[in-house]
């Protein structure tokens, strides 16, 4: 009998005591109080709630899209120790006692020895998937409510099981977007700009949010990786730095490079969108983002908090506080999400606008 008394949350290795602190003081907000488990690097956190039940409390009530730390999570029971020979037999009887899902994803940590056992998750989650849907355990139903089964592998005898609601979860395996890096763009921090997109933005908006032949100020854009991204969308940009840009971006026509301090510059006009993504102190950043808003120079700003390396969950918990408060000052109604990206590093990245 499974009793959901325990989640799984996926991270990115290094960051186990963040999601820690985020799962901590976000269940305490729906009434949970339990205790974490982490090892550095592991890649995910344990938090082991008092009483059965509690963990689909939490992935229930709590937004996952309000997570910042927190890449993927699943509700789910006791490690579960299989023997070679039969490790779906040995499921079944498990699963007999879990609501009916609509998909199965077979999970393992974002480490390097978590990577091994990416073809052994391939296949045992193709194999329990046929299993389960002859059994009627997987259905096709599509209710608002519907479940994901996840199962969060170890080693190839050792695995978490457990469950998470669809629209309450991440909408990729192990939070991660698959993004393929674009040969043209002149450096890998492109993809941060177009995974925050993914995380952000819905699909059904991108063209009113991220407009076709819109108008965008990239601060701190040289080369240009999230410069690439806005010419893409065939934006017209306007680059912040006092480094150069690349080439073949300038050749575009799209692209106007203005030789100032990122800090000291602001549009003639207002724009759909500003991206940031400077080395700098995170409270400066945002305090600008805030001024960027509020002032009217954009529609929506997307910007990268780079955190210190001692109290990065204190550090992250103070910027937002900060920015959450201009707004109130300012009696408005706006957004402010943050999430640290795969594709981020010592970094969150935040998207803020007015509604």
Not at 210 to 232: F, H
Not at 320 to 333: F, K, P, Q, W
């Amino acid at each position: 009998m499974n009793e959901f008394h325990r989640l799984v949350l996926q991270c990115r290795p290094g960051f186990e005591k963040e999601a820690a602190a985020e799962i901590t003081d976000r269940a305490a907000e729906v009434g949970i109080y339990g205790y974490c488990q982490l090892e550095s690097q592991s890649g995910y956190v344990l938090f082991t709630c008092p009483q059965s039940g509690d963990a689909r409390v939490v992935v229930d009530k709590v937004d996952f899209g309000s997570l910042i730390f927190i890449r993927q999570w699943m509700a789910c029971g006791d490690l579960q120790h299989l023997e070679a020979g039969d490790r779906i037999g040995q499921l079944s009887a498990l699963l007999a006692s879990y609501p009916d899902c609509i998909e199965l994803w077979v999970e393992q940590p974002d480490t390097t020895e978590g990577r091994e056992l990416v073809t052994f998750c391939r296949k045992f989650g193709s194999a329990l998937a046929q299993f389960l849907r002859k059994s009627g355990k997987l259905v096709k139903s599509r209710r608002a409510q519907a479940l994901r089964l996840q199962l969060f592998v170890l080693a190839g005898s050792e695995m978490y099981v457990g469950v998470a609601p669809v629209v309450n979860s991440a909408p990729w395996i192990n939070g991660i977007p698959r993004l393929k890096f674009p040969k043209q763009a002149p450096s890998r921090s492109t993809l941060k700009l177009e995974e925050a997109w993914h995380w952000f933005v819905p699909v059904k908006q991108w063209d009113e949010r991220i407009p076709l032949g819109g108008t965008a100020v990239d601060l701190g854009a040289a080369p240009g990786g999230w410069t690439w991204q806005l010419v893409n969308r065939s934006m017209f940009v306007t680059a912040v730095d006092n480094g150069p840009m690349n080439d073949e971006l300038m050749e575009s026509g799209q692209v106007t490079h203005v030789t100032e301090d990122a800090y000291q510059f602001f549009p003639e006009k207002p724009v759909d969108m500003m991206v940031c993504d400077v080395v700098e102190k995170p409270v400066r950043t945002a305090i600008m983002a805030a001024d960027w808003v509020l002032g009217g120079y954009c529609r929506e700003a997307v910007f990268n908090l780079k955190l210190p390396m001692k109290q990065r969950y204190q550090e992250t918990q103070s910027c937002l506080s900060l920015i959450a408060d201009r707004m109130a000052e300012a009696g408005v109604a706006y957004e402010l999400r943050a999430k640290q990206l795969y594709h981020d590093r010592e970094e969150i990245t935040c998207i803020l606008r007015l509604l």
